[in-house]
C-alpha cells in the first residue's frame, strides 16, 4: 500500500519580520489525517501563522471542501485561504496531471497588505494611494474570458503585473469552483491583491514558435477572421501548412494556432511577441477562420506551432533571466496550460526540471488551467498554452 504522505518545501531558514513560505503538495485523493498532518507541519516549518494560503484541489475535493477550509483554519492556523479546483496541480519537484491532489502554498509577509476581491475595482485605485505590488487573479472559465477586466486592469494600474490563470476541473460546470475560507463563491472571479514591501515578478513562458509569415488582419467578423494580407484566411493557412518541411506536418496537426502581435512595431516578431489562440473551425465554403477571441482589422497576424523545444528554450532564457536579475524567489505561484505537460513534451514534469535547474529550488504551488494570465510588455492578458508566474521576492528597499 502507498504510503500517503505529503511532499513539503520551505523557503530557509526562518528570521524574525522576514518573508517566509512553505509549500506542500499531496498528490493522493481527500483524506482528514493526512491534511492534518501536513498543515500542521507546514505551519511549524513556516514558524509563524501564515498571512495567506493559496489551496489548488481537484474537483473531487469539493465534497470535502468545508472539512478542508476547517483543518487548514485549525491545524495551520489559517485566517485567509483563496483556492480554485484544478484538473491537475504541481509542487516543489511533481507535476499531478489528470489526477486527484491537493498543492498548498503557506506564505508569511510581514508588513503586507492583502486585499481579496471578487469583481474588479471599478472606480479604479483609491486618491493618494501607493500603487499597489501586484495581483493574483483566478477565475471561472465558464462564467467569463476575463480579457476585457484585464484591459481595464491594465488602465487603472498600468505596469502593475496581474498573474493567475482559469479553473480546470470536470466535466460538470460544478466541477470548476473557486473558494475562500468561507467557502465556495459564486462570482466569477477572486483576486488578491498585494500592497506593501514585497516585489512580484511575473513569468511568461509561451510554448509556440510562429510559422510562415507575418501578415495584417485586413477582413473580419465577429470572431472570425475573413483576410489576411487581402487573401481567404484558410488560404493563408493552408500555404503555411505545406510550406512546412514534410517531416513536421505530421507533428503539426493539431498543433497549429494563430498569434495576434502584442506590439506593432516590432520589426522581427518571434516567440513571446504574440497572444496564442485556438482555431476553433474553419469555414471552407467561405475560407474564414474563427478564432477563440474577437479578433480586429490592422493586428499583425502569425500562425504558430506548438513545439516542445521552443518552449524548453523560452522557459529555461527567462528563468536564468530573472535568477539572474532577482535570485531565487521566496515563493512561487504557477498556472500552467493545460496543453502543457505530457501532451506537449511526451514527458512528466519537463516545466518543473526546468524551473528548478535555471531559477531553483522554493516553496510553490501551482495548477494546469484553462488559460493564464500575465504581462507582455507591461500589459496583462489572457494567454493559452503558456506557463505564468507570480514569483515572490521581499522589497528590502521599502521595508
Request: net charge negative.
Amino acid at each position: 500500500m502507498e504510503e500517503r504522505k505529503p511532499t513539503t518545501e520551505n523557503s530557509g531558514p526562518k528570521a524574525k519580520e522576514t518573508c517566509n513560505s512553505v509549500s506542500c503538495l499531496i498528490p493522493f485523493t481527500f483524506d482528514p489525517a493526512t491534511l492534518t498532518d501536513a498543515a500542521s507541519s507546514c505551519l511549524e516549518n513556516l514558524a509563524s501563522d501564515p498571512d495567506l494560503v493559496i489551496a489548488f484541489v481537484s474537483s473531487d475535493y469539493r465534497a470535502d471542501l468545508a472539512e478542508l477550509i476547517e483543518i487548514l483554519r485549525i491545524d495551520g492556523h489559517a485566517t485567509r485561504i483563496v483556492g480554485t479546483s484544478a484538473g491537475g496541480v504541481f509542487g516543489v519537484g511533481k507535476e499531478q496531471e489528470n489526477a486527484s491532489g491537493l498543492s498548498l502554498l503557506f506564505l508569511k509577509m510581514p508588513q503586507v497588505t492583502l486585499t481579496t476581491a471578487t469583481e474588479f475595482e471599478k472606480d479604479g485605485p483609491a486618491p493618494n494611494r501607493e500603487p499597489p505590488a501586484g495581483f493574483l487573479l483566478f477565475g471561472n472559465p465558464v462564467q467569463s474570458e476575463f480579457q476585457d477586466d484585464l484591459g481595464r486592469w491594465n488602465t487603472s494600474y498600468p505596469g502593475i503585473p496581474v498573474v493567475g490563470g482559469l479553473g480546470t476541473g470536470g466535466p460538470d460546470p460544478e466541477d470548476l469552483f473557486l473558494f475562500t475560507e468561507n467557502g465556495i463563491l459564486k462570482a466569477p472571479m477572486l483576486s488578491i491583491r498585494f500592497d506593501g514591501p514585497i516585489r512580484i515578478e511575473p513569468l511568461v513562458a509561451q510554448s509556440c514558435r510562429p510559422i510562415g509569415e507575418p501578415f495584417v488582419v485586413t477582413g473580419t467578423t465577429s470572431d472570425d477572421v475573413v483576410s489576411i494580407g487581402r487573401r481567404k484566411a484558410f488560404s493563408v493557412l493552408e500555404d503555411t501548412f505545406e510550406a512546412l518541411p514534410e517531416e513536421l506536418q505530421a507533428e503539426a496537426e493539431g498543433s497549429i494556432f494563430a498569434g495576434l502581435a502584442v506590439l506593432e512595431e516590432v520589426e522581427n516578431f518571434d516567440t513571446g511577441n504574440f497572444l496564442i489562440r485556438h482555431i476553433v473551425s474553419a469555414n471552407l465554403a467561405k475560407g474564414w477562420l474563427q478564432l477563440a477571441t474577437t479578433p480586429r482589422i490592422g493586428q499583425t497576424m502569425q500562425f504558430q506551432l506548438r513545439d516542445a523545444t521552443s518552449s524548453e528554450v523560452v522557459l529555461r532564457d527567462q528563468s536564468t533571466a530573472i535568477r539572474k536579475a532577482h535570485g531565487v524567489p521566496f515563493a512561487a505561484v504557477f498556472c500552467s496550460g493545460q496543453g502543457r505537460g505530457r501532451k506537449l513534451y511526451e514527458a512528466e514534469e519537463r516545466d518543473i526540471r526546468i524551473l528548478e535547474e535555471h531559477l531553483g529550488v522554493f516553496p510553490m504551488a501551482g495548477l494546469f488551467s484553462n488559460g493564464e494570465f500575465g504581462p507582455i510588455a507591461g500589459c496583462n492578458f489572457r494567454h493559452d498554452h503558456s506557463l505564468c508566474g507570480a514569483l515572490f521576492y521581499p522589497d528590502l528597499e521599502e521595508s
